[in-house]
């Protein structure tokens, strides 16, 4: 996923230290230009906590419902990733993703 996001010009998470790349190029200044860039980065923050919370829940449980039950909110979590790097990849395309940032 990283180098998706460092093809348009962003902070990988590594540099930045967070896991979420998009969510490292925001801290590292990226600008977006429109509310809806917003909402895919804050849904890109939630698949993040939504694989957190599943991993999570798999160390911790003691039957096989609750495997069933993070397996289905991790592969949840994959899905709405490529569809929120979907979207991210259509609005560059249409120029709607300001994908510079300060200093860069």
């Known amino acids: 996923m990283t180098d998706f996001f460092e093809n348009f010009g962003m902070k990988s998470a590594v540099t930045i230290g967070l896991k979420n790349p ?13 509310r809806c860039d917003e909402c895919i ?12 919370l599943a991993d999570e829940g798999d160390d911790v449980r003691e039957d096989a419902g609750c495997g069933v039950l993070y397996g289905v909110l991790r592969d949840s979590a994959f899905r709405i990733r490529k569809l929120a ?15 510079q940032s300060e200093g860069g």
Request: net charge positive.
């Open 41 to 52: 980065v804050k849904t890109l923050s939630l698949v993040e906590r939504m694989m957190d």
């Open 85 to 99: 790097e979907t979207e991210i990849a259509a609005h560059v395309k249409k120029g709607w993703w300001d994908n």
């Open 22 to 34: 998009l969510t490292a190029s925001l801290a590292a200044g990226v600008r977006l230009m429109k």
